[in-house]
């Protein structure tokens, strides 16, 4: 039997349709599965970026663990948490997974992951075309919403990636190999 589903954040009920429930020691467990296949509702920040999507430092001076996206298209966008950034004054990765509105500019957690520069390359950033290997992704765990010095946004040490790059690659300044 069919049962619907409302998801408060989408403008139409999701039909879902039930398993065979499983019972094991009084308790039962149904599995639900979607009537229909999902539907993607978001693009690429690369897909994005040729339609006018734009990745910038919060202003002239740039800070390190946050920048600016604006996004002018008539599409929601997914910055993947761990996607990397090129260009503006410094490289950098993005913190967390963010679903960026048609429509908004919001502003973004992210870390540096370039060793020694801090001079604009470019007026804004590019998708890299690459994600950091697992091994120097991986220890980025917010410890700062107990911080002061992040005011409670998801940002780590500037040195953090760099622990784990150097350990990867012997030198913070080489990249390490990376899969996207």
């Known amino acids: 039997m069919a049962k619907v589903i409302v998801d408060e954040a989408a403008t139409e009920p999701l039909p879902l349709?039930?398993?065979e429930?499983?019972?094991?020691?009084?308790?039962?467990?149904?599995?639900?599965?979607?009537?229909a296949d999902p539907v993607c509702a978001?693009?690429?920040?690369?897909?994005?970026?040729?339609?006018?999507?734009?990745?910038?430092?919060v202003d002239d001076a740039g800070d390190v663990g946050e920048i600016v996206v604006v996004n002018p298209t008539a599409d929601r966008v997914?910055?993947?948490?761990?996607?990397?950034?090129?260009?503006?004054?410094?490289?950098?990765?993005?913190?967390?997974?963010?679903?960026?509105?048609?429509g908004a500019t919001v502003p973004v957690p992210v870390s540096c992951i370039e060793v020694g520069?801090?001079?604009?390359e470019s007026d804004e950033f590019r998708p890299a075309g690459r994600t950091p290997a697992p091994r120097c992704a991986a220890p980025r765990p917010c410890t700062c919403t107990r911080r002061r010095c992040c005011a409670g946004r998801r940002r780590m040490p500037c040195g953090t990636p760099w622990r784990s790059r150097r350990s990867s690659?012997?030198?913070g300044r080489e990249r390490p190999s990376?899969?996207?």
């Open 117 to 120: 520069r801090w001079r604009y």
């Open 42 to 57: 978001y693009v690429s920040m690369a897909q994005a970026s040729a339609q006018g999507f734009t990745v910038k430092e």
């Open 169 to 171: 690659t012997g030198s």
């Open 21 to 35: 429930a499983v019972v094991h020691r009084g308790i039962s467990v149904t599995p639900l599965f979607p009537a």
């Open 17 to 19: 349709q039930a398993g």
């Open 178 to 180: 990376t899969a996207t």
């Open 78 to 102: 997914l910055l993947y948490d761990g996607e990397e950034i090129a260009g503006a004054k410094q490289d950098r990765i993005i913190n967390v997974a963010v679903l960026v509105e048609a």
